[in-house]
């Protein structure tokens, strides 16, 4: 899978200026000739610009995909019926992937229309997209299906369109699919701090969670993502952190949501310290560990120990833009 640095209310993606998308809806196409299928997507970025999650095609900056970059996103759609619910083999098309040009526009990488009878079509789309080994294509029996390996870094999102569109006759505006992806997994941040009698000029070197699952697949008739696989799994992020008085973020990891119980593994200076925290939220509105949730981890190094508490920080949703696909 291709990994690159963002983050975000789990919602999720894409701007340009709002003329475009007007421009984009007022136009009228005859009867008889092929419409162009022109998503918009919105994205929501976290409050604290200086943590990101991942997406596959380059950093995120603002509420903007990145220029000149491939495979943002992938769309399957349906034609007629929305999640049917007992063959799922006839997918109008089939994980469709999007880009953005130079000036930041949005197009499929095969260009898709809407079908010249008129039947709406239903659509579904995530992020970030994988190669054809972790895709499964919908069967008499089963939903389509998304698969990835969890290493912490992937922002796993997820969106649909149920409402139905259709092409139009011609002289009137034809509506198209707004797309608002929301987050599937938490996000664990990570503060080091130096407290009484730890050496001074100490740095960490690898922060790990050990307690987790990393097989993740989503049903992408419903949006439900599901873990498998052994709660003993590693994910992790390495460099070079000082751990002093005034305590900085360091780093972040996406993982499953619903677990609160974090065990964590820091190296530093050499030795291996280990501890366990458990996730609180101090909102009654706010569930901790939940999707779309941010946590701020903060590990006091005391002496040879490390003393743990964690806050709740919620994704902000810091507004929305839109981008024509055509």
């Not at 949005?106 to 992020?127: I, R």
């Not at 990393?214 to 498998?228: I, V």
């Not at 990891?253 to 280990?274: F, N, P, R, S």
């Not at 120990?305 to 929305?320: M, R, Y």
């Amino acid at each position: 899978m291709k990994k690159t640095n963002i983050i975000a209310s789990f919602l999720c993606m894409v701007a340009l200026a709002s003329c475009v998308k007007e421009d984009a809806a007022t136009v009228s196409v005859p009867d008889g000739t092929q419409t162009a299928i022109v998503p918009t997507a919105g994205l929501s970025m976290s409050a604290t610009p200086s943590v990101r999650a991942a997406l596959p095609g380059g950093p995120v900056s603002g509420t903007t995909f990145p220029k000149n970059t491939e495979d943002l996103f992938a769309v399957t759609a349906y034609k007629g019926t929305a999640a049917p619910s007992s063959d799922y083999s006839d997918a109008y098309f089939n994980n469709e992937t999007v880009n953005s040009d130079a000036e930041g526009k949005l197009s499929f990488t095969n260009t898709q229309y809407y079908p010249a009878d008129a039947e709406k079509l239903y659509f579904y789309a995530y992020s970030p997209i994988v190669g054809a080994d972790g895709y499964t294509a919908g069967t008499a029996s089963a939903a389509p299906a998304v698969a990835w390996t969890i290493d912490g870094t992937q922002d796993i999102m997820y969106a649909n369109v149920v409402s139905g569109i259709g092409k139009v006759s011609a002289g009137t505006t034809q509506p198209q699919p707004e797309f608002s992806f929301n987050h599937l997994l938490k996000q664990v941040r990570f503060k080091l701090v130096k407290g009484e009698g730890f050496g001074d000029g100490i740095y960490a070197s690898s922060v790990k969670i050990t307690n987790c699952r990393t097989q993740a697949s989503l049903n992408l008739a419903t949006g439900a993502l599901t873990f498998t696989g052994n709660a003993d799994q590693s994910i992790g992020f390495s460099g070079n952190y000082a751990i002093q008085k005034s305590g900085v973020e360091i780093g972040s990891l996406l993982c499953q949501a619903g677990e609160t119980g974090l065990d964590i593994e820091i190296v530093a200076a050499g030795v291996t310290y280990k501890t366990s925290v458990t996730l609180k939220s101090t909102s009654t509105d706010i569930t901790a560990g939940g999707a779309g949730v941010s946590h701020l981890v903060t590990l006091t190094f005391i002496g040879t120990q490390i003393v743990p508490s964690a806050t709740i920080t919620d994704w902000v949703d810091a507004g929305e833009t839109s981008g024509t696909i055509q």
